[in-house]
């Protein structure tokens, strides 16, 4: 990955930290733009320098240098400064582990916000169920969507299997209480324990809520679009091939930022026939993605295409 030069650094340093009257600044940012190499990237901050001077530049310059000016601003791409500092030879294997933060800035809430935006959604609604569970979640101090939901489906699997509901009632509540009549009972003549009576209606809640709730979440990462650091990485894999990605996000910001630029993917479960492509890029997700959709009847996980859901 090619980096900003040293003048480009000077030229930078000098406009933001002296008040240049517009026509001088205006002056210095053409003459670099004209004379930089064409292959030199260009730091984001040039964006903000013609904002500030940008009205008085209509007002003095030539309608032909404003055009070009602001077809190179329209090209200048983000930089992620760490990824950006990364030097590294092509015969290094290099991992990317990105977290709810690499896709806060596209717009999906980290997962400590995530459940309080989902709760706001859920509320216009209208839904009693919903609004029960949130109110539940609020009294006992629960914040986190992913203790929620593994609890939701934890309950959800013993609730369909009374061996594994009567064994989570023993290890959870019963342990060191005495055996009553009825467990004996049921004991001496080998016959399973009756589990624990559950509300029928309640699985029911809590299916539907599971979908409203996934539904929810899902609504909020559709139209997330890739970010800097999502570009910035697709700027290194350009230049360093042996790149993999492992990520815990939902979303699909950095599967679109990899298949926008024509780059091929592998790891994902719509993939396998890149699977032995040198090109490819290794894409790990490892609490599942948006695009994916688990079929309980074949029990069989789908993917679906990415880029044709966001259109």
Known sequence: ???????????????????????????????FLREKPEDEPLDPRWLDIWKKHKQY?????????????EE???SIKAIDEEIWKIKVDNDTKVTFLLGAGASAPSGIPTVDKLLSELWKRARKIGRE?????????????????EDLLTAAYISNFAATNRSI????????????REITEEEEYFLRRRRPVRATEIDVSSISFLQDTLQ?????????????????????IIDFIKEHKNTSIITTNYDGCMDEAILRNGIHLKGTIGS??????PDAVQLIKMHGSIN????DSCQDVREFDLLELKE
């Open 57 to 69: 530049a209509h007002e003095v310059v030539p309608s032909r240098v404003i055009k070009e000016i």
């Open 129 to 145: 169920d919903l609004d029960r569970l949130a109110k539940w979640c609020d009294e006992r101090g629960i914040t986190n969507i």
């Open 72 to 74: 190179i601003m329209q």
């Open 212 to 232: 409203t709730l996934f539904g929810l979440l899902t609504s909020t990462m559709i139209s997330a679009s890739p970010n800097a650091t999502h570009n910035a």
């Open 1 to 31: 990955m090619k980096e900003i030069s040293e003048e480009q650094k000077r030229m930078l340093e000098r406009l933001e930290g002296r008040r240049y009257p517009p026509e001088i600044a205006i002056r210095y940012l053409w003459e």
């Open 272 to 277: 396998e026939s890149e699977e032995n492509n």
């Open 165 to 176: 509901t009567s064994l989570l009632d023993y290890f959870l509540f019963s342990r060191g």
């Open 292 to 295: 994916w959709a688990y079929c």
